[in-house]
Nanobody
């Protein structure tokens, strides 16, 4: 069993910054890709940013230049530094891990429970 534990959400004014963290807990050897998705009220969940073991990154166009994803592979942790936040960034942010290699075998995917980010205008 692999659990993703998120932290760092909250309320911030427009133009402010927040840093999200997500730690994968379990008997994990490695995780191919970790990243962040978000879901605003009434909208579908969308990709924010992902990062592979090889440090390849993928960002949504709406966050490029403002958000930065990083990983600590030794600790199976992923971070999302969010700067210049806008009200339209308000959403529940979900941590995601893909192709998780554990002592019990490979797990295709795992999701965190989500953390609320609210940006006031």
């Amino acid at each position: 069993q692999v659990q993703l534990v998120e932290s760092g959400g909250g309320l911030v004014q427009s133009g402010g910054s927040l840093r999200l963290s997500c730690a994968a807990d379990g008997s994990i050897f490695s995780i191919y890709a970790m990243g962040w998705y978000r879901q605003a009220p009434g909208k579908q969940r969308e990709l924010v940013a992902t990062m592979t073991l090889g440090d390849s990154t993928n960002y949504a166009d709406s966050v490029k230049g403002r958000f930065t994803i990083s990983r600590d592979n030794a600790k199976n942790t992923v971070f999302l530094q969010m700067n210049s936040l806008k009200p339209e960034d308000t959403a529940v942010y979900y941590c995601n891990a893909e192709r998780i290699y554990t002592e019990y075998g490979e797990l295709n995917e795992s999701w965190g429970q989500g953390t609320q980010v609210t940006v006031s205008s």
